[in-house]
Structure formats: structure tokens, C-alpha cells
């Protein structure tokens, strides 16, 4: 997949758009071509760290205060064999990675309501650590690390209240619809 579909892109950009009272959010179509010194051969994966940094360098030149990158990339971080997306606060930049949230990657039949589903969990997750979250221990709660696409399945696209007052208080305010009810 060389373009993501707009169908994608135009979920995102309204469910950003509604999760986020103060926030404004730009979706913009271009594709995601990371460097190719970001690519490991020797694992047929991208380098996230390498693919943050690229990032971060691109978010300085559009003079803009944050940046999430999405691809239809496989990337893996040190010590981890792959990751879904991550983010590096420091630069305001953050990847989300669609491969291994794509349900054909598994053997499964295209389901575009579950891939949907899975990049909005990994998108507001990896946000959350952009606006300052760490790792939630609510397992039900987008900000709880998934370790695998089962774990992806399980958390919901909502910030725990412990989460979502966090956000608040670094001046980021989640709308109700968007905080677990626990």
C-alpha cells in the first residue's frame, strides 16, 4: 500500500477532531516515506527511532507543533522485535505503523471497522505520550501498552479518567464521549 486510503484518513482526522476539545488537527495526504537509512535489511523492518528523528527534522521545517506520522510500514524499536507505533515527546512527533494492524496480516479477512478501530487505539495512544502520558495500567485504557494485536483488541479508544486528568492538567481536554466510564 504506497497511499493511504482517504476513507482512513478522513475517520482520523473527525475522531481526533471529537476527542480533543482544544485541538486542531490537519490531516494532510501525504504518504509517509521514511529515509531508507531507516531500513534494516537485515530484518525487513523500519527503524522507529530512526523514522522519529526524520520526523522530527519535518516538523521543524512545516512550523508546526506536532506531528504523527502514519504508515503502512513494519518498524521495530530496540529491545522489541516490533511496535505498532511510538513516540518521542521531546520532539512533539509521533509514528503509528498500519501493517501489523491490518487484520490480513494475520491470515484474517480485511475488516476495514477493525482496522479502523486498531490505528485510532494506536493513534491516541501515541499521542498520549506526545501531550505527556506514560503507560496506563488499566488494561482497558488506550494508554495501556500492547504487546501484541490481542492486547490492541482488548483496550477500548478511551482514556481512563486517571489518563484523561492527566491530559487535562498538561492543558489537553478529552471530550466525555472519549473517557472510560469505570
Known amino acids: 500500500m504506497t497511499q493511504l486510503p482517504d476513507y482512513l484518513l478522513s475517520f482520523l482526522e473527525a475522531r481526533l477532531e471529537e ?23 537485515s530484518r525487513a523492518q523500519y527503524r522507529s527511532e530512526l523514522i522519529l528523528e526524520w520526523l522530527s527534522k519535518l516538523r521543524e521545517a512545516l512550523n508546526v507543533d506536532y506531528v504523527l506520522g502514519l504508515g503502512y510500514l ?15 515527546p521531546p520532539g512533539r512527533v509521533a509514528a503509528v505503523y498500519l501493517k501489523r494492524l491490518d487484520p490480513s496480516f494475520y491470515g484474517e479477512e480485511f475488516d476495514v471497522n477493525l482496522f479502523q478501530e486498531r490505528v485510532l487505539k494506536e493513534v491516541l495512544h501515541e499521542l498520549g505520550h506526545v501531550f505527556g ?14 504487546n501484541s494485536i490481542v492486547d490492541v483488541d482488548y483496550k477500548t479508544w478511551r482514556f481512563c479518567t486517571r489518563c484523561a486528568e492527566l491530559l ?10 472519549y473517557v472510560l466510564h469505570e
Open 133 to 146: 502520558l506514560g503507560h496506563c495500567s488499566n488494561k482497558r485504557c488506550v494508554m495501556s501498552f500492547s
Open 74 to 88: 513494519d518498524a521495530y524499536s530496540n529491545g522489541l522485535n516490533f511496535v505498532f507505533g511510538e513516540a518521542y
Open 168 to 177: 487535562r492538567i498538561n492543558g489537553l481536554y478529552v471530550t466525555p464521549h
Open 19 to 41: 476527542a480533543f476539545e482544544n485541538l486542531d488537527v490537519i490531516v494532510g495526504g501525504d504518504v509517509m516515506l521514511p529515509p531508507m537509512h531507516a531500513y534494516d535489511w
